[in-house]
């Protein structure tokens, strides 16, 4: 059994190959694959060659960890589940290749408790769900406080505010770029420029921006939070006095957990948390050399999606 998928030979050379798949075993399904997102944060990073030391780490990889299809054939013990609808978080099941993350191809075996069946109307926005869960994580870790500035106004951020919503009132968000500025919805977008609040009590990053730290610590409240939830590739350095005088707390929010995937599944498809307007590009997995070159460089482009059901 073999399989289409998106192999980063090395930094910048992505192609499509065809790669032998491990077969299934008893507690393992096939999943066809249909539609997988393209991270701009850490496939970013693995792209360019610039992602910092890494468990796993390597080329050839095949990326991806948003990854949407159909179970087409189950183990002995998983045969029952053939047919659903599924979101599956990348695989390893491509030999020597590295499935860091594993997502990005037509055809995956993976174990079956790594297959969360969705809703059959969710369609190509089931892709979402790793972010929605990363954001999910990230505000609702033990003794988190409600986000009251996000930074940064990507798919992440755009969860995060709209997870704010839900849990406690609006959040305000920063945003640079004109281009991404637009789209909030019931809550304010700005320029950090034209904010001139120094007293928010948790400020929850997604920018990436690894020079950002004294940015943020001047505009906490006494015993304010700064939440790290996005990627950096180089350290995080700060001014002390500062952050002293202002007893500021630090917390990274680290990748998601299954409880989390199925907390934010559960929001989604009881109509609470909207994945609306989110997915602004689309494009056939054959064309995934340019789909993936537009997803990092493009500024409308919040999520990339790529196509696969032409592929087999």
Same mark, same amino acid.
């Given at each position: 059994m073999n399989t289409i998928a998106v192999v980063l030979q090395e930094p910048e050379q992505l192609v499509l190959s065809r790669l032998a798949l491990t077969p299934p075993g008893d507690d393992d399904v096939v999943v066809d694959i249909e539609w997988s997102g393209i991270s701009t944060?850490?496939?970013r990073l693995f792209y360019s060659g610039r992602m910092p030391p890494f468990p796993g780490m390597g080329y050839p990889l095949v990326p991806g960890y948003e990854s949407v299809g159909r179970i087409a054939a189950g183990g002995a013990n998983v045969a029952g589940r053939i047919g659903e609808r599924v979101?599956?978080?990348?695989?390893?099941?491509?030999? !020597?290749v590295r499935g860091l993350f594993?997502?990005?191809?037509?055809? &995956?075996?993976?174990p079956a408790s790594r297959a969360l069946p969705i809703d059959e109307q969710l369609g190509e926005q089931g892709v979402l769900l790793a972010l929605a869960a990363t954001a999910y994580h990230a505000t609702h870790a033990e003794g988190a406080r409600h986000p009251d500035l996000i930074v940064g106004?990507?798919? &992440?951020?755009? &969860? /995060?505010?709209?997870?704010? /919503?839900l849990s406690g009132g609006p959040a305000v968000v920063w945003e640079r770029n004109p281009t991404r500025a637009e789209g909030g919805t019931r809550y304010r977008v700005l320029d950090p420029s034209e904010d001139t609040r120094? #007293?928010?009590?948790?400020?929850?990053?997604?920018?990436? #921006?690894?020079?950002? &730290? #004294?940015?943020?610590?001047?505009?906490?409240?006494p015993c304010g939070e700064i939440v790290l939830a996005g990627f950096? !590739? !180089?350290p995080l350095r700060f001014n002390f006095p500062p952050a002293f005088l202002r007893e500021a707390r630090i917390r990274v929010a680290a990748e998601w957990r299954p409880e989390d995937l199925v907390a934010v599944k559960q929001l989604i498809e009881s109509g609470r948390l909207s994945l609306d307007g989110l997915i602004t590009h689309r494009d056939d997995a054959q064309n995934a050399?340019?789909?993936?070159?537009?997803?990092?460089? #493009?500024?409308?482009?919040l999520k990339m999606v /790529?196509?696969?059901r032409s592929c087999s």
């Open positions: 944060g850490t496939e979101f599956v978080p990348g695989a390893r099941c491509y030999g !020597e594993g997502g990005a191809a037509a055809r &995956l075996v993976v106004h990507g798919v &992440l951020g755009r &969860l /995060l505010a709209r997870l704010a /919503l120094n #007293d928010y009590n948790a400020i929850y990053d997604v920018s990436g #921006d690894p020079a950002i &730290l #004294d940015t943020l610590i001047a505009r906490l409240a950096y !590739e !180089e050399a340019e789909a993936y070159r537009t997803a990092f460089n #493009d500024p409308t482009c /790529l196509d696969w």
